[in-house]
């Protein structure tokens, strides 16, 4: 349990230099989103199609892309930046979505993103400050969050073998990962122990999809030559391939959309290197769990999580940036890995800088690549469905060890209540977020009873 | 015969919950976005269900760009009212988006309305 129990810090304290590097960032993300050529959330990038051909108003879209990305703003982003000390996408990249989207004029959304910037990077330290000179002190209890994050997250390749190819193999994989865990602790005890686990079950994965995808191919064209029917394994209507007749609108919308992000590649590679940058810097988490292993200093393993996590997101921010036009914020995510490991800034620029090219150039490939791999998109469905499920048991048992360490029986009985309470009222906070909501709630409540007189806090 | 094809992250417990209603005159197939338009376009299904995390980016992205928006409604956090889903179905939207944690809540609500047409 010694390297990976809690994350190390939470500092953030910035140099000059990583204050700047923030600031300019948002202002520049603000921006893109401005011009509806990027936005972070893949929820709202559908919406941007309709925004840029002109059927529907900037506040439409604005009020769109704030409804789909305030729960993760509070919920998410900052109770994590708050825990781990290490800032992320949801916290900085949601809220320049919604600055730029709403900003009327081109020069005002950079100004507003850039002032984003500004509060994180200065009101985020005042704010860690101030609550940790609290009586009941619950950013240190929100750390907690760390070893369930960082445990939990080491199954999701076995969740989604799971769901995609059933219980035996499923099965298989989690005794393997199991094994590994075991082994990686006894043998490595510097290393993160889900790290090799992980690896091994995301290659399983990949691998059970692609031998899939060629099965059903094969099935496919025996059944084209005549010999026998294919039968569908888990009867997906349409197996592999599509009708020709039916290429046609998808690929001129993709190509269109392409085109669009090809026109502005040199906005691109700016973005790629400031977002290559901000990981290089180490300020800068891109997932649930890479934050943690950055605060801790240990960038190999942020950069194979978030290498593995990039999986179940390609598919996605590809198809989506295919159909609306927009781009994802932090591309592939391929740059968080990437920056991690480089040993200073000026190569993350240059490699943040051509990663990005790289990808805004390949997207019409990508799309038709996908378009012939239906199960590896399904894998990527699946993958996401996992991180989804292992989160939500993580953060929600690491919020109730938070609420345990800062309240004991009281603290679990208010961050749980309030938890059931959401979930009760048709889960008006999204699942994910309402754990974490809901201990820093619990600790301004704790906090609240100890100036009455009513709690005292628990020593440590 | 209507068909609801269902996409996204939590696809097949969007069928799941739907074969566990047992509309009649309804049936349901696992699916996924872009052999969803295809179908849809072909008049081979008359709904899509998808889900994720947000409830509008991974369960609509590819179809409101192919469909077009007319078609497409998100719930985003929001859990619809009877009436509200047959406004919407009187509108033309055949594709629908909502949040994975709320599958349990939104799919009966929605699969009623649709059966009730059926």
Redesign the interface.
Same mark, same amino acid.
């Given at each position: 349990m010694s390297s990976t129990a809690l994350a190390a810090s939470t500092g953030l304290d910035f140099s000059l230099a990583q204050q700047l590097a923030v600031i300019a960032l948002c202002a520049l993300t603000a921006f893109l989103a401005h011009l509806a050529l990027a936005v972070f959330?893949?929820?709202?990038?559908?919406?941007l #199609? =309709?925004f840029v051909q002109g059927?529907?108003t900037r506040s439409a879209t604005t009020a769109?892309s704030f409804? &789909?990305s305030a729960?993760f703003i509070f919920g998410l982003g900052a109770p994590m930046a708050l825990a781990s000390g290490v800032l992320n996408p949801w916290l900085l990249f949601l809220p320049t979505d919604i600055l730029g989207l709403l900003a009327p004029k081109k020069w005002l959304a950079p100004l507003l993103g850039g002032a984003w910037g500004g509060v994180v990077v200065f009101g985020l330290r005042g704010a860690n400050n101030l609550a940790h000179d609290l009586p009941v002190d619950f950013l240190t209890a929100l750390q907690q969050m760390a070893t369930p994050i960082l445990f939990l997250f080491t199954l999701f390749p076995v969740l989604a073998i799971t769901?995609q190819f059933g219980k035996l193999l499923g099965g298989l994989a989690g005794v393997v990962e199991l094994a590994l865990v075991v082994l990686t602790m006894k043998v490595w005890p510097d290393v993160f122990a889900g790290a090799p686990a992980m690896a091994v079950g995301v290659l399983l994965l990949i691998g059970f999809a692609v031998a899939r995808d060629v099965r059903q191919r094969r099935a496919a064209e025996r059944a084209v030559a005549g010999m026998v029917s294919p039968t569908g394994e @888990?009867?997906?209507? +349409?197996t592999a391939g599509?009708?020709s007749e /039916?290429v046609d609108? %998808?690929a001129s #919308?993709f190509g269109a959309?392409a085109a669009r992000l090809r026109r502005h590649l040199p906005l691109f590679m700016v973005l790629g290197a400031g977002i290559c940058l901000l990981s290089q810097l180490h300020v800068f988490g891109g997932g649930e769990a890479t934050s943690f292993l950055v605060a801790k200093g240990q960038y190999a393993e942020a950069a194979q999580v978030d290498l593995y996590r990039s999986l179940g997101f390609i598919p &996605?921010i590809a198809?989506?940036a295919?159909?609306?036009g927009a781009y994802g914020i932090v591309g592939f995510t391929l740059v968080y890995p990437i920056g991690y490991l480089l040993p200073s800034p000026w190569p993350a620029l240059v490699c943040g800088a051509l990663v990005f090219a790289a990808e805004v150039l390949a997207l019409s490939w990508i799309g038709k690549a996908?378009?012939r791999l239906?199960s590896v !998109? /399904?894998s990527s @469905?699946h993958l996401?469905?996992a991180i989804?499920d292992t989160l939500?048991l993580a953060i929600l048992f690491g919020s109730m060890l938070a609420a345990h360490a800062m309240g004991g029986g009281l603290g679990i009985l208010i961050a749980s209540g309030l938890y059931l309470l959401n979930e009760a009222t048709? !889960? +008006?906070v999204?699942? %994910?977020a309402a754990a974490p909501a809901a201990v820093v709630v619990t600790g301004i409540v704790l906090n609240v009873f100890y100036w009455l007189g009513l709690f005292t806090p628990i020593k440590t | 015969m209507t068909t609801i #094809?269902t996409g996204?992250?939590?696809?097949?417990e969007v069928a799941d919950a739907v074969r566990r209603l047992a509309p009649p005159g309804v049936e349901v197939?696992?699916?996924? /976005? %872009? =052999?969803a $338009?295809? &179908?849809l !376009?072909?008049g !081979?299904?008359d709904y899509f269900l998808g889900t994720?995390?947000?409830?509008?980016?991974?369960s &609509?992205?590819?179809l409101?760009?192919?469909m077009g928006?007319a078609t497409c409604h998100?719930f985003?956090?929001s859990?619809p009212s009877g009436e509200e889903i047959n406004t919407l179905l009187d509108q033309g939207k055949r594709v629908f988006g909502f949040? $994975? /944690?709320?599958v349990d +809540?939104i799919t009966p609500a929605l699969v009623g309305a649709i059966t009730a047409r059926a």
């Open positions: 959330n893949d929820g709202v990038r559908p919406f #199609l =309709d059927r529907t769109v409804g &789909l729960g769901k @888990e009867a997906p209507v +349409v599509r009708p /039916d609108p %998808m #919308l959309s &996605l198809t989506t295919l159909a609306s996908l378009g239906p !998109r /399904d @469905e996401r469905g989804g939500h048709g !889960r +008006v999204v699942r %994910m | #094809l996204g992250v939590g696809k097949t197939a696992v699916s996924n /976005d %872009m =052999d $338009v295809a &179908l !376009r072909a !081979r299904a994720c995390q947000t409830g509008a980016g991974a &609509l992205g590819v409101v760009g192919l928006a998100t985003g956090r859990v949040a $994975v /944690d709320q +809540v």
